[in-house]
């Protein structure tokens, strides 16, 4: 291989790892996002000018089988918020499962569903740990308890947040 393919390569390599580490996920877990997640990593423009969750404008219809029915189902000490639909389930990668729940929610209160889902564990015993948002982007939760759960909440499709539920 020539130097210069050589260095083109690793110049790729570099900018794929710097993506996905601007994400604050490893690439496992983006590797294991639902189908819609794709289109949802890059903000959207409203009128107002300010960037959006981005799954903007998708219709549902092209975001997957929403009304799946998962391998698995949660824990039973794992409550989720009423109103959604759990759609899919990942793992486990040893003590590690994914639960993806697609809820109707303005894109806009990321903020808003995620508190929700998060009050709902922590009226069930879990512990908020910290709260954090990438305003327009997504919103996650962080909780421990009989699981350690990270909750993200990102646009899914027009009308629909994707409330995903990580447990190890």
């Given at each position: ?40 990593a890059?903000p ?10 981005a799954?903007?404008g ?46 109707d ?64």
């Amino acid at each position: 291989m020539n130097i210069a393919r050589l260095i083109a390569t690793a110049s790729i390599a570099v900018a794929a790892v710097a993506s996905l580490a601007a994400c604050g996920e490893t690439s496992n877990d983006a590797a294991q996002e639902s189908p819609a997640t794709t289109s949802a990593a890059s903000p959207a423009t409203t009128s107002t000018g300010s960037a959006t969750a981005a799954g903007n404008g998708i219709p549902c219809s092209q975001a997957g089988d929403l009304s799946g029915t998962p391998e698995r189902k949660p824990p039973a000490d794992l409550p989720l918020p009423p109103g959604g639909q759990l759609y899919m389930s990942k793992g486990p990668f040893g003590k590690t499962e994914l639960f993806f729940v697609a809820k109707d929610a303005d894109p806009t209160n990321l903020d808003g569903v995620r508190d929700e889902a998060a009050d709902v564990l922590a009226k069930a015993g879990y512990k908020i740990e910290r709260k954090d948002q990438e305003e327009g982007s997504e919103a996650e939760a962080h909780l421990s308890g009989p699981h350690d759960v990270a909750i993200q909440v990102i646009q899914l499709c027009e009308g629909k947040v994707r409330v995903k539920y990580t447990l190890s």
